[in-house]
């Protein structure tokens, strides 16, 4: 399927889940959404606090001009955050670069209890009202800081990549973190390495909100700058989904905004957008608010009425050509499978006639057809099989 990513032209794979009859109940894709940002623009609209964070254009970047700068000390401690909304099964990788003014840094305290709060006031933008006064009771009750949990021997300042998953009423579930190390020191000259800090594969293990984001929790202020900062979410994205009353007319319908319609839905025929009809691909159209097709049944010596759908039985019998059941097609295929055979055991011929009084054994032809018409017991079944549709033919 056609797809504009980014302004360019790509093409996607869609999935379709379809029923026993053959009706497309879920239309989903599987997509990458890429958050990324070397701190280089004023403005980020897919970050959720870029407004509110610290750049400076110094040489403590690692590419282009702008790094971010957290001094912790207290004041300073939650950085730039991206907040996810996760299904169950998704997966999500983030990495980011940074240095520290080793300069600055002089002892190893913790300010650990302030991250909470200044994590919720960021998310409100400023303030801690209604949801975010809930995440915040949760976190306090639950969760704990990467510097109260970090039991590493690293001598540098307690700087983080996070992550925190919520579940879908906000309550904590669980957290990880990767810390800044003493390789990323720089003695004030721009001349130190960066250090990159990742998360390969975050498994999402159930439905609720995940938040990334850069932390400095050091007790001392002491200057930490992050560069090329990204995230990215690998999810199934459902574009479309339908449920079927027995003839075919939807209810609980869902279509993802901006996303092309599946018009392939019931028995996997073609809707027509505009009079709603189904067009199969061969004979007529049919409409599911009559559960009647609107013209004449090509085979119409076979049924109880020529604008019949499936014999007035959708629940067991889906009719994709517009022409026959798929169960009596099936049987029908197979009996002219055996007569351009003419395999042993089935004795009749094109046009051969018996003598008066003699019969033709047809036994093989009958009972595979009334297999292959679904009956699992020709000998034994009811007549619903396909035997007195194969007798009309």
Not at 339 to 346: F, I, L, Q, R, T
Request: glycine share 10%.
């Amino acid at each position: 399927m056609p797809k504009n990513v980014d302004g360019v032209d790509k093409n996607e794979y869609q999935y379709h889940l379809k029923d026993h009859l053959g009706n497309v109940r879920t239309t989903f894709a599987v997509r990458d959404d890429d958050y990324q940002t070397g701190f280089e623009t004023v403005e980020n609209p897919y970050f959720d606090n870029y407004d509110q964070i610290t750049r400076l254009a110094n040489f403590m970047k690692k590419s282009g001009s702008y790094s971010h700068r957290l001094t912790g000390g207290g004041t300073d401690i939650v950085g730039l955050m991206k907040t996810l909304y996760v299904s169950k099964g998704d997966k999500i990788s983030a990495e980011v670069y940074g240095k520290y003014l080793d300069a600055q840094f002089t002892d190893e305290g913790v300010n650990g209890a302030a991250l909470i709060n200044a994590l919720v006031t960021m998310l409100g933008g400023g303030t801690i009202t209604g949801e975010g006064t809930i995440v915040q009771n949760n976190l306090n009750t639950d969760f704990i800081s990467a510097a109260m949990a970090d039991d590493g021997q690293e001598s540098s300042p307690k700087a983080y990549l996070n992550y925190i998953l919520l579940d879908k009423n906000f309550n904590y579930l669980y957290s990880g973190f990767d810390r800044l190390g003493s390789s990323a020191a720089d003695p004030g000259d721009g001349t130190g390495t960066h250090q990159r800090l990742s998360f390969e594969e975050i498994l999402v293990q159930e439905d609720g909100y995940l938040m990334v984001f850069l932390s400095n929790e050091s007790d001392q202020s002491v200057e930490v700058f992050w560069d090329d900062f990204r995230v990215d979410h690998h999810y199934n994205a459902v574009l479309q989904a339908d449920d079927y009353y027995p003839f075919g007319l939807t209810f609980n319908s869902y279509q993802r905004s901006y996303s092309k319609a599946n018009n392939f839905k019931y028995n996997g025929m073609e809707e027509d957008e505009e009079t709603k009809w189904y067009f199969p691909e061969e004979f007529r159209t049919y409409d599911p608010s009559l559960g009647r097709f609107m013209q004449i049944d090509p085979v119409i010596k076979s049924h109880e009425s020529p604008y019949a759908w499936n014999t007035n039985n959708p629940i067991l019998y889906p009719d994709p050509l517009g022409s026959d059941s798929t169960q009596r097609a099936n049987a029908v295929a197979q009996a002219k499978k055996f007569v351009d055979e003419k395999k042993a055991g089935n004795q009749y011929e094109m046009g051969g006639k018996g003598a008066p009084g003699e019969k033709v054994d047809c036994s093989g032809l009958v009972s595979n057809c009334v297999k292959s018409g679904g009956e699992s017991d020709p000998n034994h079944g009811d007549e619903s099989s396909g035997v007195l549709n194969i007798e009309s033919n």
